[in-house]
């Protein structure tokens, strides 16, 4: 059934679509991500996802958390760098249940201060984990060579100095500016009507302030190119190599998402899988990415290899780069390619929870409602032109930026 939207009189947005399933998935999307953070709030759109679990004016932490877990449900939520989500997986007699208890941890917690000082221990505990992870801590440190001096290029956790420094008041501040009617969406996924999804939310949001919100991201600084080496004690090399991309709203996406997959996409059959593992082995994991925000992309490769080969591995991720450049894809090599990645596609979306959180945050960041079969469509429509063309304008040699933990 097609996807349907709603907008109630505080402003706040709804997007449905139904399942004929047990199970109910549902959410909401704030516009509260690092890229809204003002410098003295480092690190805070995450410290207040961790908080929003901690007490609301009717519920304590161990009421919050037992809610949805008595009845076999779950409840969670993530920080990126657009937007924190809130999101639930319940049967659908429980999604009464779940809508609830989503909207009091949203706009109803009280941040106290006993639970601050204890929880942000815990942040803490997860920034030194993360730092243990070079395969995992290099992502960030390369969006920030990408983004230098931006929002974007800031490390979601914040840093242990600030954060300890945090109060109630701190996160009310930061909740009373972004946790707001007009910057929230509503998804659901399942077999509950629109008619009750749209009733039930606006009895539950109509003591939310709907007065309008403009917010105004900060415009991006040109984009230069980098190389840095980083000395590290690990055991091997850590390498990405990409640049900067399309946004969301950029009718290219479609030819680089597609050139992304070709290259070093999930498949064993990539480019760089059959390059650098199957006949070189010098790797174990090569992979490349497209991130797309709604002004700006991110397209990356990561490899990791023993450090006395990564010279040799660079050139060869180099060599694969340059034959999409300069070799246009066969008729039956970009048919194939095709068909791979709507494939892939098709496959995905039949994951339920990752389905419902598209299509909730497709709605909140683009206004559109998330359709696989348009995306197909467009896909395959595409030439061979047009991904010799976009390989020509955003895999350029003197584009890419490189970082290495070596």
Not at 256 to 281: D, F, H, K, V
Not at 288 to 302: I, K, Q, R
Request: net charge neutral; aromatic share 10%.
């Amino acid at each position: 059934m097609t996807p349907q939207t709603f907008t109630l009189p505080n402003g706040l947005r709804i997007v449905w679509q139904h399942k004929a399933s047990p199970v109910v998935y549902c959410g909401y999307v704030i516009a509260a991500g690092t890229r809204h953070e003002e410098p003295k709030d480092l690190g805070m759109a995450h410290f207040l996802e961790h908080m929003s679990f901690k007490g609301t004016e009717r519920r304590r932490a161990y009421h919050i958390n037992n809610y949805l877990e008595r009845v076999g449900g779950d409840l969670n939520a993530f920080t990126n760098k657009l937007e924190t989500v809130y999101h639930a997986t319940v049967l659908k007699k429980d999604f009464a249940r779940a809508a609830d208890i989503l909207t009091d941890i949203v706009f109803h917690s009280q941040y106290p201060q006993h639970e601050i000082e204890r929880e942000v221990e815990v942040i803490c505990d997860e920034i030194d984990s993360y730092k243990d992870s070079p395969s995992e801590l290099i992502f960030d440190e390369f969006e920030a060579m990408l983004f230098e001096g931006h929002p974007l290029g800031r490390d979601v956790l914040g840093s242990k100095r600030r954060l300890r420094e945090y109060s109630t008041s701190d996160a009310r501040r930061f909740a009373e500016r972004y946790y707001r009617a007009p910057l929230a969406t509503f998804f659901v996924y399942g077999d509950v009507s629109f008619a009750s999804v749209k009733r039930y939310v606006q009895r539950l949001t109509a003591d939310l302030d709907g007065s309008p919100v403009c917010l105004t991201p900060q415009p991006l600084p040109p984009y230069r190119p980098q190389e840095r080496t980083v000395h590290r004690e690990t055991h091997q090399a850590h390498v990405m190599l990409g640049a900067r991309a399309v946004g969301g709203r950029d009718e290219r996406r479609f030819a680089l998402s597609l050139l992304n997959n070709i290259l070093g996409g999930p498949g064993m059959n990539s480019r760089l899988t059959a390059s650098l593992r199957e006949r070189a082995g010098l790797v174990y994991t090569v992979d490349s990415y497209l991130f797309a925000y709604p002004d700006t992309g991110v397209w990356e490769v990561y490899f990791g290899c023993d450090k006395k080969d990564v010279a040799r591995c660079l050139r060869m991720v180099r060599r694969e780069i340059e034959r999409l450049i300069e070799k246009p894809l066969s008729a039956a090599a970009l048919a194939a390619a095709k068909k791979q990645l709507v494939g892939q596609m098709g496959i995905g979306a039949d994951n339920n929870e990752n389905y419902a959180l598209t299509l909730g945050k497709t709605f909140a960041h683009f206004g559109v409602v998330y359709d696989p079969e348009e995306t197909a469509r467009r896909i395959n429509a595409l030439t061979a032109e047009d991904l010799q063309r976009a390989a020509a304008e955003f895999f350029s040699p003197s584009r890419l930026t490189t970082l290495v933990y070596c």
